[in-house]
Structures are given as structure tokens and as C-alpha cells.
């Protein structure tokens, strides 16, 4: 069955740094999301991307992060500058069709951004 | 207060009992997820409902939109489906979703 797949697993980086978080859609999906959960807290939208540009995005979502679609299969999420509470669980997703068209998002494992 | 509030927040049951978790939302949503958050962290959509009731193996999710609430059951309950349930609003004409923080359940055998 086909999945999303995300690396790595988990990252860990120091403050300042730049952090590139990579997602592989389902190949014949259209739509792509980001979201975070900090430990403890709520899963939160971050972004949704299509047709090679954003859709939507939160207000999480500031000049410091950026996305990507590189090639036909990568999906990236870039953090420019890390802070420690960028810290979190972050999941890429992915559907054939928009949310108003009824169509289901599929999770990736997500990746664990140590920030120190 | 929260757009979508879940309840119970933590759940413990015996292997074999019907389980219910309760989701509320505040807001106008197109669609409801529920997903499934493994103890490693990965989640899984359940179900993505916006009317009526969905079934899938042992479980059920139904939504009344009138009321703006959904509920996920589990009949016979086992073990491994010890996980964190969480329900997701999906807001019309876009792709933002809102979640709830989730109910932790626990079966024991």
C-alpha cells in the first residue's frame, strides 16, 4: 500500500542552524500539508501546498520556514534559523484531492526536531 | 476555549468493552478526521466523515452536523488498540485543520 514516507527520523540541531525536513508524497497525490506537535500539546497546521506554491498557511507559518517541491516526489519543509521551540514532531501528509472535495489526508511518521 | 474539544481526555478500559470518544467543535467545518497517534508518534487516519456514520472493522464514527458533534466507538476493545484518538475539523474552502488534543486509551487485557 502506498505511504508517505518522511526523513529523518529524527534530527537534532543547534540553535541557529538551518534544518531541511523531507517528505515523499503518494506519487499521485496532489495536495501536501505540514503540521507540528509540540510534546505534549496539540497536532497544528502549518501549511498546505498545490499546483507548486501554498494554498494556505497558519500564523506558525512565518518568514522563518519555507516549503518546497524540488523534484516530482521530494516534499520539503525548511527552517531557516532554529529556535528551541521549534522543537516538536513534525508530520508531512498528503491527498489525492483538496479537504473541500472530501478528500482523505495520509500521515507520515514524522520527524522529531531536537533543537538544543 | 478550543474550537474542537475531545472527551474523555484519558480513558482506561477492559479488553472486550465498547469504547466511546466524544469529539465537539465550535467551528463550521466541510469535513471530521479521526486519527489514531501510535505510542511511537505516527498517526493514521481512521475515518473522514461529513454526514452520517462510517464503519470499519470494529470500529463506527458517526457526526451529527446539527449539533457539531461526532463520536468514534470501538466495539470489543483490545490491547493494541491502546493509542491517542484524536478528531480534526477541516474548514470550508481551504485545507486548515483543527484538532483536538487527543484522548489517551488505555486496554488492558
Known amino acids: 500500500e502506498p505511504e508517505v514516507t518522511q526523513t529523518p527520523s529524527h534530527q537534532v540541531t543547534q540553535m541557529g542552524q538551518e534544518v531541511i525536513l523531507r517528505c515523499v508524497p503518494i506519487?499521485?497525490?496532489?495536495?501536501f500539508y505540514w503540521y507540528r506537535q509540540i510534546l505534549g500539546q496539540k497536532v497544528e497546521f502549518l501549511v498546505s501546498?498545490?499546483?507548486?506554491?501554498?494554498?494556505?498557511k497558519s500564523e506558525i507559518f512565518d518568514d522563518q520556514f519555507s516549503v518546497e517541491r524540488p523534484d516530482g516526489s521530494n516534499f520539503t519543509l525548511k527552517i531557516r534559523s532554529t529556535k528551541l521551540e521549534d522543537s516538536a514532531m513534525y508530520f508531512c501528509?498528503?491527498?489525492?484531492?483538496?479537504?473541500?472535495?472530501?478528500?482523505?489526508?495520509?500521515f507520515g511518521p514524522g520527524t522529531r526536531l531536537t533543537v538544543t | 476555549k478550543n474550537e474542537v474539544e475531545q472527551s474523555p481526555q484519558n480513558l482506561t478500559a477492559q479488553e472486550g468493552e465498547f469504547i466511546t470518544i466524544n469529539c465537539s467543535y465550535s467551528?463550521?467545518?466541510?469535513?471530521l478526521h479521526w486519527l489514531q497517534q501510535h505510542p511511537g508518534g505516527g498517526i493514521v487516519s481512521l475515518f473522514m466523515l461529513s454526514s452520517g456514520k462510517k464503519k470499519h472493522g470494529r470500529l463506527i464514527a458517526t457526526i451529527n452536523i446539527q449539533e457539531k458533534h461526532s463520536s468514534l466507538h470501538i466495539t470489543a476493545s483490545h490491547p493494541r488498540d491502546s493509542a491517542v484518538y484524536i478528531c480534526?475539523?477541516?474548514?470550508?474552502?481551504?485545507?486548515?485543520?483543527?484538532f483536538g488534543a487527543g484522548t489517551r486509551l488505555t486496554v488492558k487485557p
Open positions: 501528509a498528503s491527498s489525492e484531492g483538496g479537504g473541500t472535495s472530501g478528500y482523505e489526508q495520509y
Open positions: 501546498f498545490y499546483n507548486n506554491e501554498i494554498s494556505e
Open positions: 506519487s499521485n497525490h496532489l495536495y
Open positions: 480534526a475539523a477541516l474548514i470550508p474552502f481551504g485545507n486548515d485543520m483543527r
Open positions: 467551528v463550521g467545518i466541510s469535513a
